[in-house]
């Protein structure tokens, strides 16, 4: 009995160490931006690959969001001429630029470029950091 006691003992001390040991390499392998909370629930667990770098921000956070509008500006340019009308602009679901196209429209030729809207980003958010 004393034998199988020891053995018991022995056994759990050696599985509370493995687990101790893996759950600090885990906490080293995976970084706090891939954690679970921030994993795709649409996607399932053996499918995920986390980021190999953290989200962005400042900057470059503002540089992937101007590369971005500036993607889904050029598919609304349907005409080819560098400009979006109204039209162009909620039919491409460029909804901001299509809801303050009178602002942004300073010349009123009826279609803005997207240094415009660029333009009006910029003033906008200037307009918002004195507030």
Do not use: W
Request: proline residues 7%.
């Amino acid at each position: 009995m004393k034998k199988l006691l020891g053995i018991l003992i022995l056994a759990s001390g050696t599985t509370q160490a493995c687990l101790a040991q893996n759950s600090q390499d885990t906490a080293r392998a995976v970084p706090p931006y891939a954690s679970p909370a921030h994993a795709d629930p649409y996607l399932p667990p053996e499918k995920r690959i986390a980021p190999t770098q953290p989200p962005a921000s400042g900057a470059a956070l503002q540089e992937q969001a101007l590369k971005k509008l500036k993607q889904q500006f050029d598919a609304a340019d349907t005409s080819g001429n560098g400009a979006v009308t109204a039209v162009q602009a909620r039919a491409a679901g460029l909804g901001y630029v299509a809801k303050n196209f009178e602002q942004i429209d300073t010349r009123k030729r009826g279609k803005v470029s997207f240094e415009e809207v660029k333009d009006y980003l910029q003033q906008r958010q200037k307009q918002q950091l004195r507030q």
